[in-house]
């Protein structure tokens, strides 16, 4: 009997456009003698439908045209439901970026349904998409991290020249990186070398979120871990990987509207290097208690190495990181994407 998978892609955020691609190729990629795909898309307004076309009409943004029922949740008989009736489905592969995607909204939801979901859960989910907390929360366990200061929108609305100060102070200077808590992709992230430019990157950031993130700027390689989570509870922790950006760093426009970025896998680190910085991606991953699969980024630098953040819903595009180092590390993209969902239903 195959597993009825059902994969979500779109959502309400910033990352629409990244999780049509992302969520076209996990499709393209499902293994059809073991997963029967079902495919549900959700508008930038949050409406959910059953969808029975294309992938390329997903990628194009063009997949509307072929929906074909409304998705509600019954909470009470426990699953889906596609124009009022019950929608068969053994579990879903949320492949959502950002807000109400992989900030842990989307995961409850399907765990009050019983369903089981792909990737973390609504607590670990919530806790990895908030930069924030999950920043003390690594730092009270000791893990290397830049200097930064948090700051609200009303700490910020209410005494702006205080909190500029007080990221120059936690960021211990310029540059400073300026990030939005709770989104991905690098949206709304800006660089600043003078307290102008640091006003005007607030600016940017708070349009995004009510909380930001002024880090120091750390100049180093960028590398980054595919950790893997099987059903058993045993982990695959990828070879390292690496991106030049080809610019000054590696923002949205660069991650997917640009071809300047180059990747390198294994990463072009010192192997000891290497070895510690995977060792710490595993520690991370499991004192963030996630599940599934994560991309854990690190900044290497002469000195040593800092955890730079955890994405619990990595991308799936066709020049993502994360299935790049796991088939490098010999785990295939069909193969991923069944482990997956063996590992969800292990959990129920």
Known sequence: MKIKLAVLFGGESSEHEVSLVSASAVIDNIDRDVIDPVMIGITRSGEWYLYDGTTEDIRNGAWQNGACGRITLDLAGGGLCADGKHLDVDAVFPVLHGAFGEDGTVQGMLELAKIPV?????????????????KRLLNAEGIP??????????EYSTDAEDSLDYAEEGAEGYPIFVKPARTGSSVGVSKADDREELRTAMDIAFREDSKVLCEKCIVGREVEVAVLRDADGTLTVSECGEIDPGSEFYDYDTKYKSDTAAYFIPARIPEDIAEDVRATAEIVFRLLDCRGLSRVDF?????????????????????????KMMEHSGVGFSELITRLVREAMARG
Request: with cysteine; proline share 8%; charged share 10%.
């Open 145 to 154: 991290q830049a200097p930064a200061a948090i700051i609200t929108y009303e």
């Open 118 to 134: 792909v990737g973390c859960g609504s607590a670990s989910s919530a806790v990895c998409m908030d930069k924030a907390f999950t």
């Open 299 to 323: 900044f290497v630098t002469d000195e040593g190495f800092v955890f730079n953040e955890i994405n619990t819903l990595p991308g799936c595009t066709p020049i993502s990181m994360y299935p």
